[in-house]
Structure formats: C-alpha cells, structure tokens
C-alpha cells in the first residue's frame, strides 16, 4: 500500500509565504515524478508544479516565478514554497506521485487527501 501525506496549508494573508509538503511512504520501488496539484470551488482541478526523479521541473505560468518546487529523492518527498500568494491562489492542494510498487514493473498515480491553502486579508 502506498499513502502520500500532506502538510503545510493555512491561511495566509496577500504576499504571504507557505510551505507545503508531502511525504510517500509505503512499498514503493521507485518514484518516476511527484507534483502539486490544486483546484478551487467551482474549477477543474489544474498542475501547478511538478518535478521529475531527475529534477526536471516544470510550473503553470500563473505561478512562474512565485512557486518553487523540490524534492528529496532519499526521503520519497516533495516540497512547494510559496511566495507572494495571492487570493487567486486560494484552493485544496493535492500531492500526486507516479510510481512503482515492489513487485511490479508498472507505474502508477497515487494522490494525497489534499491541504487547504487560504489566501485572504
């Protein structure tokens, strides 16, 4: 079984900073890719970062600049700083992995429960 948690949401005031993490633990064998994804009332959920097993990144555009994402290969964990938040950013965040279990030879996506992230003065 594979479980990926979540941390580091709040509310925030415009301009704030947070720092959110997640952590894959479980009978994995090796991560391809893990990345935040984030989704706001009424809105399809959308990628805002994501970084490969080899430290390829890439970032939505409306967070270019502001987001940085990064990840601890050796502790199978990913963070995402934010910076300058804005209340547009406002929304549940989600962790996703794609990995492969022990034992197999294919990979999969797994997603965490989610943290919210409030932006508001």
């Known amino acids: 079984q594979v479980q990926l948690v979540e941390s580091g949401g709040g509310l925030v005031q415009p301009g704030g900073s947070l720092r959110l993490s997640c952590a894959a633990s479980?009978?994995?064998?090796?991560?391809?890719?893990m990345g935040w994804y984030r989704q706001a009332p009424g809105k399809q959920r959308e990628l805002v970062a994501r970084?490969?097993?080899?430290?390829?990144?890439n970032y939505a555009d409306s967070v270019k600049g502001r987001f940085t994402i990064s990840r601890d290969n050796a502790e199978n964990t990913v963070y995402l700083q934010m910076n300058n938040l804005k209340p547009e950013d406002t929304a549940v965040y989600y962790c996703?992995?794609?990995?492969?279990?022990?034992?197999?030879?294919?990979?999969?996506?797994?997603w965490g429960q989610g943290t919210q992230v409030t932006v508001s003065s």
């Open positions: 970084i490969t097993s080899g430290g390829t990144t």
């Open positions: 996703k992995a794609v990995l492969t279990r022990v034992g197999t030879i294919y990979a999969y996506s797994y």
């Open positions: 479980g009978s994995i064998r090796s991560i391809n890719s």
